[in-house]
């Protein structure tokens, strides 16, 4: 009885945290892009959903720079 009971909690708990990962959500961040570091800067920025780095960007290392959440209609 007590070996039913542990493979019975086993199965609740395997079925429970399956559960939960069938549910999770996606997001697509894109970073503002104002020109590199050998090129004009842009302005206003072009948005991107890539890496904003000194290739395509002006902005300062640990400085804020414009990220943006698109919201579904």
């Known amino acids: 009885m007590q070996k039913l009971l ?3 909690k086993g199965i609740v708990i395997v079925f429970l945290l399956a559960s939960n990962f069938t549910y999770a959500q ?3 961040l894109e970073q503002g892009q104002n020109g ?3 090129k004009e800067a842009t302005s206003p920025v072009i948005w991107s959903t ?3 780095n000194s290739g395509n960007s002006h902005f ?3 400085n804020p720079f414009p990220i943006v959440l698109p919201f579904p209609n």
Do not use: C, E, R, Y
């Open 6 to 8: 542990t493979l019975a």
């Open 50 to 52: 890539g890496n904003s």
């Open 26 to 28: 996606s997001v697509k």
């Open 36 to 38: 590199g570091v050998d």
């Open 60 to 62: 300062l290392k640990a």
